[in-house]
């Protein structure tokens, strides 16, 4: 392999510009016929925490769906997934069952028996194999949030949009119960017009068993220079990756694009705004030394308006929102408490038909903590058609709006967005901050040569 360098963003913009990103996966000799039998075959990579755990037991769940192969850059992490599904599937079948393991996502997204991928390591590592899946005319689920940065978003969404596939942004807030009836409420006019939305999201970085910072040789099991990919070169050390990933701005953007995934969406959602965003940022945020292995911010305090006036404010506290109308308010504090408002009678309107917003075929009560509806929401759309509730178009906004948050922190300045050509008009100093320099080989102009049409 050639020693990966950077490229500088003139040249990703050149690269990214030349490359054909939106090529038709039936184009490339690809297709997505129906699934054999009626069942989904997926592919999971990303074999972690989360991979290996969450997203395999709603495969598990739904007999609709066959995980046949599992991949991942930690080989300890894959053969702990790779025995999770052999021993389920032969237990279901009675029989021996082997699923494949790869350490490397393009041999598994080249397989022409997939008819899913799901997509569950770092976020750095979404656009690239989400979009390979997508050349390659699998249905792709993506966990959220969708992306690092807003240009891997865009390109994301144009993607999904014009390949014609089903694409989830792995949310399950959209599956809840208590919160399909909140947005159904505030969206209804039930609390009035809407004016003010509070958003609390967790704090600080958690370690989560992983505080090792000394640096050290990578074990092993781990191929460290595919687990950076497009990220700059960095030394090893435990607290670098897998579950503690998400404080290190190379790879995500901390609590506020990790929580914010979920109440900034629920707020976008709420306020029928989940194609656009605001217009305005400002805010400050508490942020470790750039150069420590945990640089996100530990806590922020920031401000949104929209184009109409809606305004919106965002800090770290207990997770929760609250929406402020001229006749009322509703909120949640808590994840998956129940609903509060100013007036008990809100929350027992009925909600008439016309007034109701997408409701997936399955609806989840908020107490139930392990069930994911997302999973199945995007199943039932391979297999009965549809849009997904959460398609990369809306990952990608909710994603846009933390991303503005951390960009007007790190600037410390109030910042003016537009959010139809998606840029900061007279910024250039925040529009360069829109994307990031991408190491190689892993950069997205890559893509294509990865895909194996012979």
């Not at 590592?125 to 959220?144: S, T, Y």
């Not at 629920?266 to 194609?275: E, F, H, K, N, T």
């Not at 100013?342 to 075929?361: C, G, Q, V, W, Y």
């Not at 600037?411 to 250039?428: I, K, N, V, Y």
């Amino acid at each position: 392999m050639n020693q990966p360098r950077a490229v500088c963003r003139r040249q990703f913009l050149a690269r990214a510009a030349a490359a054909p990103l939106f090529v038709r996966a039936t184009a490339l000799g690809y297709g997505a016929p129906p699934p054999a039998n009626g069942r989904v075959r997926m592919g999971l990579v990303g074999c972690g925490i989360h991979g290996g755990g969450w997203n395999l037991d709603q495969m598990f769940a739904d007999p609709r769906q066959q995980v046949v192969a599992v991949c991942d850059v930690d080989a300890n992490h894959a053969a702990a997934a790779a025995e999770r599904v052999d021993r389920h599937y032969s237990t279901m079948l009675g029989r021996s069952y082997r699923c494949d393991v790869y350490r490397d996502f393009r041999d598994l997204v080249n397989r022409r028996d997939l008819d899913a991928v799901d997509v569950a390591t770092p976020d750095h590592w979404h656009a690239a194999i989400a979009i390979m899946a997508l050349r390659a005319g699998k249905h792709v689920i993506c966990e959220k949030p969708l992306s690092l940065t807003v240009r891997e978003g865009r390109l994301m969404a144009d993607e999904a949009k014009r390949s014609g596939l089903a694409f989830q942004t792995a949310m399950e807030s959209r599956s809840i119960d208590s919160h399909i009836r909140l947005a159904e409420l505030v969206r209804g006019g039930f609390i009035g017009e809407l004016k003010h939305v509070k958003v609390l999201l967790e704090r600080g970085n958690a370690g989560r068993g992983n505080e090792e910072f000394t640096e050290q040789p990578p074990p092993p099991h781990l191929d460290y220079d595919m687990w950076q990919g497009q990220a700059p070169e960095a030394p090893y050390c435990p607290a670098r990756v897998h579950n503690t990933y998400r404080w290190n701005l190379a790879y995500s953007g901390g609590r506020l694009t990790d929580w914010g995934a979920h109440l900034i969406d629920l707020a976008q959602w709420a306020s029928g705004r989940q194609l656009s965003g605001p217009v305005a940022v400002e805010g400050t945020g508490v942020f470790p030394p750039r150069d420590a292995v945990w640089n996100t911010a530990t806590d922020f305090d920031l401000h949104y308006r929209y184009a109409d006036g809606l305004t919106m404010h965002v800090w770290g506290e207990v997770p929760g929102i609250k929406f402020e109308g001229t006749e009322g308010w509703i909120m949640f504090r808590g994840w998956r408490q129940p609903l509060r408002a100013s007036d008990p009678k809100i929350l027992d309107a009925t909600i008439p038909p016309e007034k109701r917003l997408h409701r997936p075929r399955t609806i989840i009560p908020r107490t139930a903590e392990t069930v994911g509806g997302e999973h199945l929401d995007f199943v039932d759309c391979i297999l009965n058609g549809g849009e997904p509730y959460a398609p990369a178009e809306v990952g990608h906004r909710t994603a846009t709006v933390a991303h503005l948050g951390n960009i007007a922190m790190r600037l410390g300045r109030p910042l003016a967005w537009d959010p139809e050509r998606e840029e900061f008009p007279a910024e250039p100093e925040a529009n360069i901050l829109l994307e990031r320099p991408q190491r190689e080989p892993w950069s997205l102009a890559r893509i294509d040569s990865w895909l194996n049409v012979g």
